[in-house]
């Protein structure tokens, strides 16, 4: 009865083991990715070492973000050679003495609903601390393959694009902002995945009404309601 409860145990914490080892492995991921879809690609890329100890340095220079991180691999295991993970993350000017820069400043209020079949205007506040030398618009209807740039015309620095009539559908539409110095480049939503996404408003139909006409019938004489009727609870006499 012992050896029975023993075996027992023994086949329980296997299973256990086995279902810890696929949620680890499941979990196991490249962190780089992560970085890259969140900030986009580094300005620099720095690598060494060897085997395990093989590193890479990602450098984001905007002053902005000022940081680096630096990425080394797990130990390999589930049938895999390990992820990268993230190990020391340092400030760029601070630690490395690398120059920072600053790239143009987008300021956005999302255009979130619009009607059908009409143009939509975007605009932007767009600074930078020497010039901006572009800005574009880029839209599309919600799941088209490609992208349409159009380049924002500029009052001061409040930058303006259209979005035509004949994109805006049911589908949806979705954009993004991106400008330039000539070096140095700022998108809007920061995340470079990500999108501002439009929900078209389908027309509704409303119902026209027709002259408006008495409840009166025709040649039945008005009747006039002396002064003070209704004033009170109780109904005129006869």
Not at 104 to 127: L, Y
């Amino acid at each position: 009865m012992a050896i029975r409860s023993v075996r027992a145990f023994i086949r329980m914490l296997a299973v256990c083991l086995c279902v810890v080892l696929v949620f680890s492995c499941s979990k196991e991921k490249d962190m780089r990715e992560g970085v890259r879809e969140t900030l986009g690609e580094p300005d620099e890329i720095q690598t060494g070492g060897t085997g395990a100890y093989k590193y890479e340095l990602w450098f984001y220079l905007n002053k902005d973000l000022n940081r680096v991180y630096e990425f080394r691999k797990s130990a390999s295991g589930c049938g895999g050679s390990g992820q990268w993970y993230v190990e020391y993350l340092y400030y760029a000017d601070y630690h490395f003495g690398m120059e920072l820069y600053v790239a143009p400043t987008i300021i956005h209020e999302p255009v979130k609903a619009a009607p059908i079949g009409q143009d939509i205007s975007i605009t932007a506040e767009i600074t930078d601390d020497v010039q901006v030398v572009s800005a574009d618009l880029m839209y599309r209807a919600i799941d088209a393959p490609e992208y349409t740039p159009v380049s924002m015309s500029v009052s001061d620095t409040l930058y303006t694009a259209v979005i035509p009539a004949s994109v805006v559908t049911t589908a949806g539409v979705e954009y993004y902002i991106q400008a330039s110095d000539g070096q140095h480049s700022s998108r809007l939503p920061l995340n470079y995945n990500d999108t501002y996404r439009i929900t078209v408003k389908a027309a509704t139909t409303k119902k026209t009404l027709g002259p408006v006409e008495s409840t009166r019938l025709k040649g039945t004489p008005a009747v006039s309601i002396p002064d003070g009727a209704g004033v009170g609870s109780s109904p005129l006499k006869p």
